[in-house]
């Protein structure tokens, strides 16, 4: 018996019956509902919008051009509300007349929900969002392999780079400070953050310009901000443990151990780190005190290097030892503190090879330097932040902070210096040991009054600084077979106090404007107590020298009252404002006393244009004066480096200067094109410069115990001029292909400096050019391989006007390929090629290093939480660093040597457990993963 026959029947029947019940039924009348969302600065896609009614609940998600829709609404009578991360929740009820047109609403207006950063997050898939001072990326439209760091996320961001050893330049600027979720990490250290926390906990990166926390609370943004990263993390990671440990082994007794610890539990977090390796890899990029002593500016060692196993090009070979720890919670609802406290023991060795050129009208001096540096420095760093919230119209911070340094240093240098057919050869052996503590405390109190927009900020700060070094130095040079030896105990103390109050008023002046009247009050007063010795190369014995001996102390004190204008439109706010600002320096040494006062109108001016949504145009100008240095001021000559005696001005006056700079930033949702541009100039107003000539004089000053050849020394003194000024600009333009597969980038820079500088009292400008453009292909394609291949070229090009100077041009041509492949799951190929070919650079420093470093991993254990990676670095053995250095009359070529070719195995167990997530599905494989133990590197990446 056939059965399809009757079944089809029933089934016809019921159909049959259903519609005849239907329209036995009328159904009530209905319309669309439809309508736009928009904010400030254009459309907003990717919100929320609910219908509410006693029939009718509904969720839509606004389009690309920021529409809803509602096809069937039963109900005359209903509420809508819109809800966006970074925006405030918009609620209302409308009551329509009967009927079924459809209705089209009136466009409905967010309000931007504000914080401490200014920052807005958009809820939806939107790469980028351009706001304000604030662009953010969203971490899950830029996929990187399970277990990564942020660094590696960073890699990936438009308009963001990331350099061999972890410093982040954003937008042609170089990041200072990172925050997780608003507050600072481990005092904001960069490295610390983008190479220790996982990038599978991120929600977004936010690259913000920030002008302080004062700004940020009233509204009126001036001066130079400051380029930071904002951290935010997912809600489901904010409670739970996350950490790795990493041990490694090679040759050459190359080590490393690493430990990073984190538990997260909402408002509460605490982060431990540490290290010890001899392979250059830093936990914090702690400055370090104390210094070379003697002749300034040679290499330390630089901070850190790649997580992901490029060869490091920090200078020197570093042995480092550090601990950290950062804590934040909330105590209530009403106080959040956070801070951190960081050590590190450092012992760098560095060599360097070096050609200096002092032009002069009467014959160049050429100086070859081969230095031999070891130096050994000890930090702490201790931050701490109170936030208190003490009801709707009162915020209170706190912020104290200390360090100390302390530094041993050895130096040997070897030198021969060369003019006008003259040679003199000689040798300098220095030992330089250093303490500088450091502190101090900021305190912002900020009162809204119940008129809205009217407010007043106070805030405070005070900080100390004290340097005690002792610097034993025997130089000894040779000319025709005569032998001149200078032996030198110079021991410095000095200390430095400085005390600010800045106060702020903003009173609304009408639906849209405000009027804010601030004054800002600064005062610095340094000693710098400076006792020479000589020293008699046969008996040791020490006589005091009182005409190079130094006790100085000098004030610079400043006032600035200000009163700027602010208007805020729906597509455009500004700020113009006008600043007068006198200052004193004053100074006093043995029988001298000198007073300078100047004073300086500042103009303010800040506009903000959005074009349509993620289009937006930023012009900022700033002006601010600065004192001169206690070397630039000081009467008594310097025999620090014999070969070049330095004698201050006291009568110098503080330098003044005035920027502009113009940010255009553009990001196109539909093709996933950003642009992102700078231009910037800047002019200094009694710049100060070194006025630089050859030693005139046989003996040193002070009765040395030899004399010194004078065709192969000079002299630098200091003084006030104008004429600087300086222009650059910088681009980078990225378009995606293929859902982000494949991305190509443009980025390139141009910048010129007008330098002023005086050589044998006779006025000479530098005129240098240095330009950059460069290019770059990413490759990300999921389980298969995460490569970049890159390429740049530049010109530093200089020019002066006095006829005996040498012109330089030096070019750089750099081929670099870094990335990934992935293999069966479970094993990976890492690899990094760079190849640098320098031109125009002095024939004794010129190198064209091959840098290849390369790694397989393989990954086990559950979830393959364990991996096990035998790497290799510098397979060439040619990392070298080569810098030049334009100033004034001077060119230098420096070469200093880096880590070399060496092989390492390493072990890494990743573990991560967060509250409230379920386990992955289907085994390895997928998005990130969620709860148990597991995450590190195991299987594809996730979105």
């Given amino acids: 018996m056939n059965m399809k026959i009757p079944l089809l029947s029933f089934l016809f029947l019921c159909l049959f019956f259903a519609a005849a019940s239907a329209q036995q039924t009328p159904k009530p009348p209905s319309r669309e509902v439809f309508g736009t969302v928009v904010d400030s600065s254009g459309v907003v896609p990717a919100v929320n919008v609910k219908i509410s009614s006693a029939t009718d609940s509904v969720t839509v998600t606004t389009n690309l051009k920021g529409i809803f ?397 004290k340097r005690d070094q002792d610097f034993n130095d025997k130089y000894t040079t040779v000319q025709d077979s005569i032998v001149n030896p200078l032996f030198q105990q110079i021991n410095t103390n000095s200390s430095s106090n400085r005390f600010n109050v800045h106060f702020s008023y903003i009173e609304p002046v009408g639906k849209s404007t405000y009027l804010e009247a601030s004054y800002t009050y600064s005062r610095t007063n340094t000693d710098n107590n400076r006792f020479n010795y000589r020293i008699d190369p046969l008996t040791g014995a020490q006589t005091y020298v009182d005409s190079l001996s130094t006790l100085y102390n000098y004030q610079f004190v400043s006032n600035r009252i200000g009163l700027n204008f602010r208007g805020v439109k729906a597509k455009y706010n500004y700020t113009i404002g006008l600043s007068a600002q006198p200052n004193t320096l004053t100074g006093e040494s043995h029988n001298f006393q000198t007073t300078t006062n100047t004073f300086n109108l500042v103009p303010t001016a800040r506009l903000v244009y959005n074009f349509q949504k993620n289009h937006s145009l930023t012009i900022n100008y700033s002006g601010n004066a600065s004192q001169p240095s206690f070397a630039q001021l000081q009467v008594q000559p310097d025999y620090s480096n014999p070969q070049n005696v330095v004698y201050g001005n006291p009568d110098l006056k503080p330098s003044f200067s005035n920027s502009i700079n113009l940010r255009y930033n553009q990001f196109d949702i539909a093709s996933g094109n950003s642009l992102f541009t700078n231009l910037s100039f800047n002019t200094i107003e009694d710049q100060i410069v070194a006025n630089t000539a050859p030693v005139t004089t046989t003996n040193a000053a002070g009765g040395s115990t030899g004399s010194l050849a004078t065709s192969t020394r000079q002299q630098t003194h200091y003084l006030n001029t104008n004429g600087y000024y300086s222009m650059n600009g910088n681009y980078a333009f990225s378009k995606p292909f293929d859902n982000r597969k494949f991305t190509v980038t443009l980025n390139g820079g141009a910048s010129y400096n007008n330098n002023v500088s005086y050589i044998e009292d006779q006025r000479n400008l530098g005129k240098n050019w240095v330009l950059n453009q460069g290019a770059k292909l990413r490759v990300d394609i999921d389980s298969v391989m995460d490569t970049e291949v890159s390429g740049n070229y530049s010109i530093n090009t200089t020019k002066y006007s006095l006829p005996s100077s040498i012109n330089t041009n030096a070019k750089t041509w750099t081929i670099g390929l870094d990335g990934r492949s992935y293999f069966f799951y479970n094993w990976i190929l890492g690899y990094n090629l760079v190849q640098t070919i320098n031109e125009g650079f002095s024939s004794t420093v010129k190198a064209n290093p091959t840098l290849l470093s390369s790694y397989i991993e393989c990954q086990f254990l559950k979830k393959n939480i364990a991996s096990l990676r035998f790497q290799a670095f510098d397979l060439f053995n040619q990392n070298t660093g080569v810098t030049r250095t334009v100033s004034g009359n001077q060119i230098i070529d420096t070469r200093t040597n880096r880590l070399g070719r060496y092989f390492m195995l390493t072990f890494t167990l990743r573990l991560q457990k967060f509250a409230g997530s379920a386990p992955p599905k289907g085994g390895r494989g997928g998005g990130r993963r969620g709860g148990g133990f597991g995450g590190g590197g195991g299987g594809r990446r996730g979105g």
């Fill in 69 to 465: 829709d509602f096809p069937i609404i039963t109900s005359k009578s209903f509420k809508i509300t819109v809800t966006g991360i970074g925006y405030e929740t918009f609620t209302r009820r409308y009551v329509m007349e009967d009927g079924t047109k459809p209705i089209k609403l009136d466009p409905i207006k967010l309000k931007a929900q504000t914080n401490m950063l200014k920052t807005v997050t958009i809820n939806g898939v939107i790469p980028i969002t351009i706001k304000e001072d604030t662009i953010e990326y969203k971490a899950s439209a830029y996929k990187v392999r399970e277990g990564s760091p942020v660094e590696d996320l960073l890699k990936k961001l438009p308009g963001v780079s990331v350099d061999a050893n972890g410093n982040v330049t954003a937008h042609g600027k170089q990041v200072s400070k990172v925050r997780v979720d608003g507050k600072d990490y481990f005092t904001g250290d960069v490295q610390t953050a983008t190479q220790n926390l996982p990038a599978d906990i991120v929600e977004s990166i936010q690259v913000i310009d920030d002008y302080g926390d004062q700004a940020n609370l009233t509204g009126i943004k001036t001066g130079d901000p400051d380029k930071i990263l904002n951290i935010t993390i997912q809600k489901g990671k904010k409670k739970g443990q996350f950490g790795q440990g990493t041990v490694g082994a090679g040759n050459d007794d190359r080590y490393q151990a690493k430990l990073s610890a984190n538990a997260f539990n909402n408002d509460q977090q605490v982060s431990l780190l540490g290290t010890v390796n001899n392979n250059n890899t830093n936990a914090f990029n702690l400055a370090q005190a104390g210094g070379s002593g003697g002749r300034s500016g040679r290499s330390r060692g630089g901070s850190g290097g790649s997580s992901d196993g490029g060869v490091s090009t920090a200078n020197g070979i570093t042995d480092n030892k550090s601990l950290g720890l950062n804590y934040r919670d909330a105590w209530g609802k009403k106080i959040t503190i956070y801070g951190s406290y960081s050590f590190a023991d450092k012992d760098t060795k560095s060599t360097s090879t070096s050609l200096q050129q002092d032009v002069f009208q009467s014959g160049s001096l050429i100086n070859n330097d081969n230095t031999l540096d070891e130096n050994h420095s000890i930090n702490h760093r201790f931050d701490f932040n109170m936030e208190y919230k003490i009801d709707t119209a009162n915020y209170l911070k706190i912020n104290p902070n200390f360090s100390y340094g302390s530094s041993h240093d050895n130096n040997t240098d070897i030198f021969s210096n060369m003019r006008n057919g003259a040679t003199t050869t000689g040798n300098e052996f220095s030992l330089t040991n250093s303490m500088a503590p450091s502190g101090g405390a900021t305190v912002l109190y900020n009162h809204k009054f119940s008129k809205k927009g009217r407010n007043l900020s106070i805030s405070g700060s005070y900080s100390y600084s």
